[in-house]
């Protein structure tokens, strides 16, 4: 069926408000807090409007008794009757979902009379079979508003004519977890660490002191080309599905460093090749 059809759920607090404010800038008709017993009943009204909406945002979350249940029932009978959708689950670690309640002095909709930790991990539990079934999970616990607003940007903005997926190159540091919205990951820990020369350790992957260092071992110079050789031969694939976006992670150990520059050079060779390349440096400005 004609309608593109985007259901985001998540964690309170993940940023599931300002998501939906997002896919409104993109052109979206967006509903906030739909019943899911109502959605198929919202699809069908929107295939048959005069308008012909064809792009649909709707924000659904625990707020809604019997929420988890009544949504799994009514999306495995949405797709038995053709009407695909993608599911979007937003999450973000528990500290930093209690510093956002904090923050805005809101209250957590588990919480009620108890801590909003207690709140937020009973949501998290309940939630788990929702974020397995997702098509996407995306954790913004290093994000900021605009980074957000990136990322919804880069999945869903029409692309008009052009067939190439958008990539987005993600460095991050493996001891603050790997990031959960990616399709492939590249581990950089084997190359020589600049966080071990008192000169370049205050510094990032973004100086290029520091990239001279490491790319000046013949190692790191062949990876870099490994890498492109591989999404030159796996490119074509996601082009073939109509795969709009392609995420890649580069990690590190602090994420800093290796994983920093690595992404720079990977991210201009790529743009050199014409393709639509963004960069975010998750862990870039942690232990400064």
């Given amino acids: 069926m004609d309608l593109k059809l985007v259901i985001v759920s998540g964690l309170s607090g993940s940023g599931k408000t300002t998501a939906l404010k997002c896919f409104e800038d993109l052109g979206f008709f967006c509903v906030d807090n739909l019943p899911p017993t109502l959605l198929p009943v919202f699809a069908n009204l929107c295939m048959q409007s005069s308008s012909r909406i064809k792009k649909v945002a709707v924000g659904m979350d625990i707020r809604e008794r019997d ?3 009544d949504f799994l029932t009514v999306s495995d009978r949405m797709k038995h009757d053709g009407y695909s959708h993608e599911l979007i689950f937003f999450e973000a670690k528990d500290e930093v979902l ?5 923050e ?3 209250p957590h909709p588990l919480a009620k009379n108890r801590l909003v930790l207690e709140g937020i991990r009973q949501e998290r539990e309940e939630l ?3 974020k397995r079934r997702s098509d996407r999970i995306i954790d913004t616990s290093a994000f900021t508003i605009h980074q957000l607003k990136e990322v919804v940007s ?3 903005a029409d692309r008009g004519e052009s067939r190439k997926p958008s990539i987005t190159i993600i460095s991050f540091g493996y001891k603050y977890g ?3 919205e990616i399709d492939l990951l590249f581990d950089a820990r084997f190359l020589q660490n600049p966080n071990f020369v008192a000169e370049l350790k205050p510094l990032t992957g973004e100086d290029p002191a520091v990239r001279k260092y490491i790319f000046e071992r013949p190692e790191a110079r062949k990876f870099i080309d490994q890498v ?3 999404l030159a031969f796996l490119i074509p694939f996601y082009e073939k599905e109509e795969r709009p976006y392609l995420t890649v992670a580069i990690g590190c150990t602090g994420g800093r460093h290796r994983s920093v520059a690595v992404a720079h050079r990977l991210s201009t060779d790529l743009k050199a090749a014409h393709y639509e390349v963004t960069v975010r440096h ?3 400005e942690r232990d400064r």
């Fill in 154 to 156: 880069q999945y869903y």
């Fill in 282 to 284: 998750r862990d870039i």
């Fill in 178 to 180: 790997i990031p959960y």
């Fill in 228 to 230: 492109k050789s591989f």
């Fill in 104 to 106: 805005t002095r809101r």
């Fill in 98 to 102: 209690v510093r956002r309640f904090s």
């Fill in 67 to 69: 929420f988890l249940q």
């Fill in 128 to 130: 788990a079979e929702l």
